[in-house]
Antibody
Framework: VHIVQSGTEVKKPGDSVRVSCKTS????????VHWVRQAPGQGLEWMGW????????GASERFQGRVTISTDTSANIVYMDLSGLTYEDTAVYYC????????????WGQGVLVAVSS | QSALTQPASVSGSPGQSITISCTAT?????????VSWYQQHPDKAPKLIIY???KRPSGVSARFSTSKSDKTVSLTISGLQAEDEAYYYC??????????FGGGTKVTVL
């Protein structure tokens, strides 16, 4: 399993951001992909998930209405769009893939920094 | 407000054992076999070290073990080594396809 995420993003307050997660080495359609973020000096925060094969998604209440998780199944890529950015959205955003079972995350991307700055 | 509470920090000397607690504060999280643990070194992605309550992925040291008491799940690191200095997070699958992380515990090797 190999996961590669897109590069650093610098955005202004109020902007939207799209980060991507390209996976390989497993059956992309059959396993969920999750998004987890980590603000500077803070802990891990689960954001949401998608099942590429069914396009079913779910998200933490904290992000509902602001986060959209989508996929390009032809390219094995999952996208996470976050709108209405504030300074508090400055964080490293990880995608994580539960392969052995759906309830834990055994493969992680390298993370992508989204910095919100005026 | 995380539904899983961890101590902010735990420390120990090399060779000692330390325990990190993870206490569920709501009824739909913290079910033992749905809890996983992650180790994170600075500027690195988290690494799975325990899944389904007490299972270790291949390559993870047997010095990592878990136990459960009521609504608290605990991770024990035996024979503490310098390389164990990191942050540790518990995580639980809750009902309705929601996951929750604990606040994280910084382990310091003295």
């Amino acid at each position: 399993v190999h996961i590669v995420q897109s590069g650093t993003e610098v955005k202004k307050p109020g902007d939207s951001v799209r980060v991507s997660c390209k996976t390989s080495g497993y059956s992309f359609l059959d396993y969920n992909v999750h998004w987890v973020r980590q603000a500077p000096g803070q802990g891990l925060e689960w954001m949401g998930w998608i099942r590429p094969g069914s396009l079913k998604t779910g998200a933490s209440e904290r992000f509902q209405g602001r986060v959209t998780i989508s996929t390009d199944t032809s390219a094995n890529i999952v996208y996470m769009d976050l709108s209405g950015l504030t300074y508090e959205d400055t964080a490293v955003y990880y995608c994580a893939c539960p392969i052995r079972a759906a309830t834990f995350f055994d493969y992680w991307g390298q993370g992508v920094l989204v910095a919100v700055s005026s | 407000q995380s539904a899983l509470t961890q101590p902010a920090s735990v420390s120990g000397s090399p060779g000692q054992s330390i325990t990190i607690s993870c206490t569920a504060t709501s009824s739909d999280v913290g079910i033992y076999n749905l809890v996983s643990w992650y180790q994170q070194h600075p500027d690195k992605a988290p690494k799975l070290i325990i899944y389904e309550g007490d299972k270790r992925p291949s390559g993870v040291s047997a010095r990592f073990s878990t136990s459960k008491s009521d609504k608290t799940v605990s991770l024990t690191i035996s024979g503490l080594q310098a390389e164990d200095e990191a942050y540790y997070y518990c995580c639980s699958y809750a009902l309705s396809d929601i996951w929750v992380f604990g606040g994280g515990t910084k382990v310091t090797v003295l």
